[in-house]
């Protein structure tokens, strides 16, 4: 899942997980705003957070304990999500406001004891697939209505699916799961495009039910269906791309105002049924996102208590020079837990050989880069594999020497290396960035410790506005930095995350770990990918560990953090390790 904070970042200096897809903690991975947000960023995420599914939970969902209804909730987001419309979510954020606050989908997830466990939402189960895996059945809720008291029909699921595929309009930023696994997907250009095409990757049976037509198959299909792009729309409603500002919802709010680019304000949605939701509450009488904001005077009128900060949650990592206030006075007003997110430090394995690339890992300096960066330990954990450990079925193996994810490094093993393979003076060329003081002292660090490694450096300077167009640029006359810095997982089983980073296919958009493809290692994939989710689970985490011992295609660096600042008013900040924020919809305000 595509990731929009702006997060203080490693090796060559990019600056966010945009470029991606959908982060330890206290002692629980839902840690609990109430008092129990404790800082110490390590023990959640030595826990694998396992899915499982529970088709039979039904609503309405029990109420938090000492909850009240009423009051303004605000959210400060530092990101600026590209667009709030169901058919081009595919943001941490915009994916969270959308499935917490306003689009309900097929199904949805409960966290339990840190867990997402799938579990109904707008259909009465998590979906059936047929005996060969190549259909997908879902029986939708009775007497279900929009925001504005229409009812909800099926063929508005079917059109709602449909306008996924404008991809130069109202779905182009959204997934393309669709494009690549629903029969016609790979031709279809949706509604607008092609208003007497009929789309045959899903149909209808009666007045209730859908089915999905796979073109191959897809065992976590019922995942997938989580994702807004799965929600109904009503085709008499649809303004095409003024639709996000006033969408007809399902979910507990409905949008009464939103500018974009700033703020976003929602009120009660009096025709949702809390006895048809078994996850969400809605506590608040209104609620008011506030995007594009500056981080640190949000957090610090939020621990003021200064006027609406006491009202305020504030979701973006916590700035470093708050950490001494988030773990000793207020620690009560911050929480923390693991996330669906990971950053790589990307090597080309197309142009530097195996050995050279175990040589940078000894000689990787993470704690003085982080420290030059101003990363608060709060705000990460130290990685040793490819995968987020809330994935499921994530194992936590002993860290190889050439990749610690942590420490200085050990420039002297290094040049051993690169001594008897006679590569001293091997040149590594990144790209990084000039105009900000804080990428130029990490830099700083890594060129000196690669220099002091027996490497020669050639560091391009490059300015903020033009780094992502670079990274992603697999033909860039360079051999480190290049692919996604980091990714999301988009459900947490690993076919959302070890193919779409290492299958090769995403190299020439620039989404790939390492320029990295291998035949053998896609054939293994493939075989993985038709397994149940419970049964390929300890694959995949095999596959990790072949992948960081085998061919070490790139560096992991460090499992993000999920965290949260918040005023004393706001109650029960609970982490959501899969949508790596709080779960909105548990948030009540005194």
Known sequence: MRWTKLVVLTAAG??????????????SANSSGSGSGSNTAAAAQTKAAVAATNPNLKGPAPAAPGAKKGGTLYIDDGSNPPTMDPAGIYYIDSNAYATQYLYRTLTQYKIVNGKPVLVPDLAEGVGQPSADGLTWTFKIKPGLKYSDGSPVKIQDFVYGMERTFDTKGVGANGTNY???????????????????VKFPGVTTQGTDTLVFHLTKKMPSFNYFASFPEFSPVPKAKD?????????????????????????????RNPNWD?????????????????????????QQRILANSGIGTNTINIDAIDASLASKVTGAQKSQFAIGSSSCEYFDELDSRKIPLNIRKAIGYAWPYNEMRKA????????QPATTFAAPSLQGFKKYPALPYATGQGNGDPAKAKAILTAAKKVGFQLSYYFQSDKPTKVASNNALKAALTAAGFKVKDIPVSTAEI???????????????????????????????PVLFNGAGISSGLSVGQFKNAAVNKQMDAIGQLSPAAAAPKWAALDKELMTTYLPSLPDYYSMNTAT????????QMDPLISMPTLSQVWVK
Do not use: H
């Open 566 to 573: 918040f005023g004393t008013n706001v109650q029960n900040v």
């Open 274 to 298: 809390p006895k048809t939701d078994p996850v969400r509450n809605a506590y608040p009488n209104k609620i008011q996102i506030n995007f594009s904001i500056v981080d640190l005077p949000s």
């Open 468 to 498: 992502e167009k670079k990274i992603s640029d697999p033909t860039a006359p360079v051999n480190m930095g290049q692919g996604t810095p980091g990714w999301c997982y988009d459900w947490p089983t690993g076919d959302s995350v070890y």
């Open 14 to 27: 990019a600056t966010s997980l945009s470029l991606a897809a959908c982060g330890s903690g206290s002692p």
């Open 373 to 380: 960066a101003g990363l608060s330990q709060l705000n990460y």
């Open 239 to 267: 303004t095409k791309a003024g639709y996000q500002k006033n969408p007809v919802t399902t979910g507990p709010y409905m949008v009464s105002s939103y500018t974009i680019g700033q703020k976003m304000v929602l009120t």
């Open 178 to 196: 669709q494009m690549q696994f629903l029969k016609g997907g790979s031709t279809y250009k949706g509604p607008y495009a092609q208003p007497n």
